[in-house]
């Protein structure tokens, strides 16, 4: 066991953490060939299920399942408490900063950012200068990544503002666990988070425009198929009753879309868009992109319909702007962060670079704009040729960089093949900002670095999932 | 519902029935391969189970020489195929999983856990036990597709749509086992209504689970104009073009009730069953047996065709 690792469990080598009891004892009371078999019995159930994820740029890998752990991580629901109402503070602010660098850009008058971090950003859209947001909320759908150092500071490691995904793995893993080890969820007080479904379609229903009926008419966009994160989309529709499109499922008439249904065209409201920006519509952003639908912009502007997330909310989970959410935070809400971020050095700004280039091996070097763990540099986990290799990128274009310390990331008793062992995790929680309301659901998704020392979790590196339990009591 | 869902919905149910017939024609044909034929030993059971499923012409262009195993490979595996069964159940699961959400768990996990199993066939065994499990596994895969659809579907379009692959998919493969007698030629050693003859039209009926029905319609011995008459105008045999197109009237009505307007596909519906209807075996049999047949796929492709048009588009 890692001395210098906070486990979520254990806590300190010869302890057992008061939350984790029940399932300690569960797992000496149960026979290793047992909790093995029921283990193989959830790979096949998501095998069956169709429970599947896509690998970029790998042969054959089309369907890959996300390894499922069978031991669950949990959270008291103090801890939880004090959590979401972090999460909540935090989305508020993203919002409020959204509507400002859209509109009247006042933090970039207060001289709190750097207008270039901005204007410079691939992630930033002119377009979207002045356009009105249905209900004022630019991210209904929210995933922040958190993690734990020890029992009571928890960082938000990123804010995904875009498309955040992973939300169904959190939804089936509940469902895998209550399946195969219902003796465990009768022992305790597990909250729900099945009702993620309805919190999100009242969500989408809160931002529909206003020349919506009282039933809003709700699509969930997909690239399609082949897209990593199809079985997702195709499990949300599903839940929530609505229809899984595709742009050429979709047409655009006199600033109003519609689907190309059986019974001739049918008017759509809100577009739960799991499609990226560049992709939306060829006459506004990509031209040879076929994703999307023509003149979805000039129906947006026109007001009949919604988008969620909104256009151009990459800009908030930029990783260069990330470095400033305290500030962010305060500026518009004059309020303390309930979850600290994680102490940043930004590239460009040259000591920062100084220090980080001397300090290669204590740090996590990121690209601003990378995500799923690609393009970045562990330091502790890295030679010296390729400590080398990566200063040059840095040094090139200092800009898109930023870096952080190794966190000493909180591990969770997780089962492999030698039995059961400590590995790193963070939490994913989906945050809901309605016009109406916030709502978020008790938990969200555990990720886990199944490799032994790996600090990344991220699945397209080989990381897995865990049920994620907020107990009472 | 999206035309893109229906237009899946009705492939994918097309893509089954499709692999589950060419799985008949491989039965009926390694039957009749298992009969000596003549003495010259002149056989061409395993060219007409090509033609019957509408692919000798791709197998000669690929250079493949007209063999048991290379039959029962292309039809089965084959990649290059697209008619292969391997790539039917495929192209299947692929609509399926475009459309996951309009079908219940039970038929997803039908169609997926057979796309899954299909590995465990990968390597011909063309022995005749191997081709025989696999023969069956196709027909039950098939079952398990159309019991869960059939037990756990809403009966609204997404069913309907289904069901009019279905029938439209079994209309072709029917006519086109049938007409497989006529690209199995008689040695002409051998005399028509002879034993080998016999064999043939019986080992037609049992490759469509016909045997039975027959002695129970007919009480007679097998002669083909009943083969015929039970498998193109019967209509309480569920597989004969008339069936087919009875259901076809039928789903196609429930759509237009649905939608509350009519269109060509149902017209077309109504005018087939109709004359499937009024029709009799001895004029069937007048203008040539394999010319109805013939004319029959092709209007049954119009009809098709037209559904497409009409809401799949």
């Known amino acids: 066991m890692g001395a210098n690792f906070f486990d979520e469990m254990l806590g300190s080598p010869d302890g057992c953490r008061v939350p984790?009891?029940?399932?300690?004892?569960?797992?000496?009371?149960?026979?290793?060939?047992?909790?093995?078999?029921?283990?193989?019995?959830?790979?096949?159930?998501?095998?069956?299920?169709?429970?599947?994820?896509?690998?970029?740029?790998?042969?054959?890998?089309?369907?890959?399942?996300?390894?499922?752990?069978?031991?669950?991580?949990?959270?008291?629901?103090?801890?939880?408490?004090?959590?979401?109402?972090?999460?909540?503070?935090?989305?508020?602010?993203?919002?409020?900063?959204?509507?400002?660098?859209?509109?009247?850009?006042?933090?970039?008058?207060?001289?709190?950012?750097?207008?270039?971090?901005?204007?410079?950003?691939?992630?930033?859209?002119?377009?979207?200068?002045?356009?009105?947001?249905?209900?004022?909320?630019?991210?209904?759908?929210?995933?922040?990544?958190?993690?734990?150092?020890?029992?009571?500071?928890?960082?938000?490691?990123?804010?995904?503002?875009?498309?955040?995904?992973?939300?169904?793995?959190?939804?089936?893993?509940?469902?895998?666990?209550?399946?195969?080890?219902?003796?465990?969820?009768?022992?305790?007080?597990?909250?729900?988070?099945?009702?993620?479904?309805?919190?999100?379609?009242?969500?989408?229903?809160?931002?529909?425009?206003?020349?919506?009926?009282?039933?809003?008419?709700?699509?969930?966009?997909?690239?399609?198929?082949?897209?990593?994160?199809?079985?997702?989309?195709?499990?949300?529709?599903?839940?929530?009753?609505?229809?899984?499109?595709?742009?050429?499922?979709?047409?655009?008439?006199?600033?109003?879309?519609?689907?190309?249904?059986?019974?001739?065209?049918?008017?759509?409201?809100?577009?739960?868009?799991?499609?990226?920006?560049?992709?939306?519509?060829?006459?506004?952003?990509?031209?040879?992109?076929?994703?999307?639908?023509?003149?979805?912009?000039?129906?947006?502007?026109?007001?009949?319909?919604?988008?969620?997330?909104?256009?151009?909310?990459?800009?908030?989970?930029?990783?260069?702007?990330?470095?400033?959410?305290?500030?962010?935070?305060?500026?518009?809400?004059?309020?303390?962060?309930?979850?600290?971020?994680?102490?940043?050095?930004?590239?460009?700004?040259?000591?920062?670079?100084?220090?980080?280039?001397?300090?290669?091996?204590?740090?996590?070097?990121?690209?601003?704009?990378?995500?799923?763990?690609?393009?970045?540099?562990?330091?502790?986990?890295?030679?010296?040729?390729?400590?080398?290799?990566?200063?040059?990128?840095?040094?090139?274009?200092?800009?898109?960089?930023?870096?952080?310390?190794?966190?000493?990331?909180?591990?969770?008793?997780?089962?492999?093949?030698?039995?059961?062992?400590?590995?790193?995790?963070?939490?994913?929680?989906?945050?809901?900002?309605?016009?109406?309301?916030?709502?978020?659901?008790?938990?969200?998704?555990?990720?886990?670095?199944?490799?032994?020392?790996?600090?990344?979790?991220?699945?397209?590196?080989?990381?897995?999932?865990?049920?994620?339990?907020?107990?009472?009591? | 519902m999206l035309s893109r869902t229906a237009d899946n919905l009705f492939w994918m149910s097309r893509y089954v029935e499709r692999a589950e017939n060419i799985a008949r024609v491989l039965h009926a044909a390694s039957r009749m391969a298992s009969v000596p034929g003549t003495s010259d030993g002149i056989t061409n059971e395993w060219e007409s189970a090509l033609a019957a499923s509408a692919c000798l012409d791709a197998f000669v262009a690929s250079g493949r020489e007209v063999n048991a195993e290379n039959v029962f490979e292309y039809l089965a595996f084959a990649e290059d195929n697209p008619a292969s069964i391997r790539r039917c159940l495929e192209i299947a699961r692929s609509n399926a999983r475009a459309v996951r959400t309009a079908l219940t768990y039970d038929t997803w996990e039908a169609i997926n856990g057979a796309w899954i199993d299909m590995d465990r066939f990968r390597s011909a065994d063309v022995s005749p036990s191997g081709l025989n499990r696999f023969i069956s596994w196709v027909k039950e895969v098939s079952l398990r597709v159309d019991g869960s659809a059939y037990r756990t579907m809403l009966r609204n379009d997404a069913y309907w749509f289904s069901r009019l692959g279905v029938y439209i998919e079994r209309a072709d493969n029917t006519a086109r086992i049938l007409d497989v007698k006529y690209h199995v030629l008689l040695p002409e050693t051998e005399p028509v209504g002879g034993g080998l003859d016999y064999f043939h039209w019986s080992t037609i009926l049992r490759s469509v689970s016909a045997l039975t029905a027959y002695h129970w319609v007919y009480r007679d011995s097998i002669k083909p104009w009943l083969v015929a008459d039970l498998l193109i105008l019967r209509e309480e045999m569920p597989r004969s073009l008339a069936s087919c197109y009875a259901n076809l009237a039928t789903f196609l009505d429930e759509l237009a009730r649905t939608y509350g307007r009519q269109g060509e596909s149902q017209r077309q519906a109504r005018r087939l069953h109709a004359r499937l209807r009024n029709a009799r075996t001895e004029e069937i049999f007048q203008g040539g047996l394999h010319e109805f047949l013939q004319s029959f796929i092709a209007e049954n492709n119009r009809l098709g065709t037209a559904i497409t048009e009409q809401y799949l588009v």
């Open chain 1, 20 to 473: 984790y009891l029940g399932l300690r004892k569960w797992l000496d009371e149960t026979p290793p060939e047992l909790i093995e078999q029921r283990r193989l019995d959830a790979e096949l159930l998501f095998r069956r299920i169709g429970i599947t994820f896509a690998v970029y740029g790998q042969e054959q890998a089309e369907e890959r399942i996300i390894p499922f752990d069978i031991v669950p991580r949990i959270l008291t629901s103090e801890e939880w408490a004090r959590l979401a109402r972090g999460l909540e503070q935090r989305v508020r602010a993203i919002n409020a900063f959204l509507r400002d660098i859209y509109g009247p850009q006042d933090i970039l008058k207060a001289g709190i950012l750097p207008p270039e971090l901005v204007f410079a950003n691939p992630a930033f859209r002119p377009e979207m200068m002045g356009r009105k947001v249905p209900g004022n909320v630019y991210v209904p759908i929210a995933g922040i990544d958190v993690v734990r150092v020890d029992p009571d500071t928890f960082y938000v490691l990123e804010d995904n503002a875009r498309t955040p995904s992973g939300v169904s793995y959190m939804l089936e893993n509940r469902e895998v666990m209550m399946l195969l080890f219902p003796e465990l969820f009768s022992r305790h007080h597990i909250r729900p988070v099945d009702n993620y479904p309805e919190e999100l379609l009242a969500t989408l229903q809160s931002i529909a425009p206003p020349t919506a009926g009282s039933e809003p008419t709700i699509v969930l966009l997909t690239p399609g198929q082949f897209n990593s994160a199809y079985y997702e989309h195709s499990f949300l529709a599903d839940k929530l009753g609505i229809e899984l499109v595709e742009g050429r499922d979709l047409v655009v008439r006199d600033d109003v879309v519609y689907m190309r249904t059986t019974e001739g065209l049918q008017r759509i409201d809100v577009i739960y868009r799991r499609v990226d920006d560049d992709f939306l519509d060829p006459l506004t952003f990509r031209p040879d992109s076929a994703l999307g639908v023509a003149g979805l912009m000039s129906a947006y502007d026109a007001g009949n319909v919604s988008l969620a997330n909104a256009v151009g909310t990459g800009i908030a989970d930029d990783k260069a702007i990330y470095s400033y959410m305290p500030e962010i935070l305060s500026f518009y809400l004059g309020e303390e962060p309930v979850l600290k971020n994680v102490p940043t050095w930004r590239c460009r700004e040259p000591e920062a670079l100084t220090y980080v280039l001397e300090h290669l091996e204590e740090l996590v070097v990121k690209e601003v704009h990378g995500s799923g763990g690609y393009g970045m540099l562990v330091g502790p986990a890295s030679d010296k040729a390729m400590r080398e290799a990566f200063a040059a990128k840095l040094k090139a274009e200092p800009d898109n960089f930023i870096a952080q310390p190794t966190l000493a990331l909180s591990t969770c008793p997780t089962w492999v093949d030698s039995g059961l062992v400590p590995r790193h995790v963070d939490l994913r929680p989906f945050v809901l900002s309605g016009a109406d309301r916030v709502r978020i659901v008790p938990g969200g998704l555990t990720r886990v670095a199944l490799k032994e020392g790996s600090l990344v979790v991220n699945s397209s590196q080989g990381g897995g999932t865990k049920d994620t339990w907020v107990i009472d009591g």
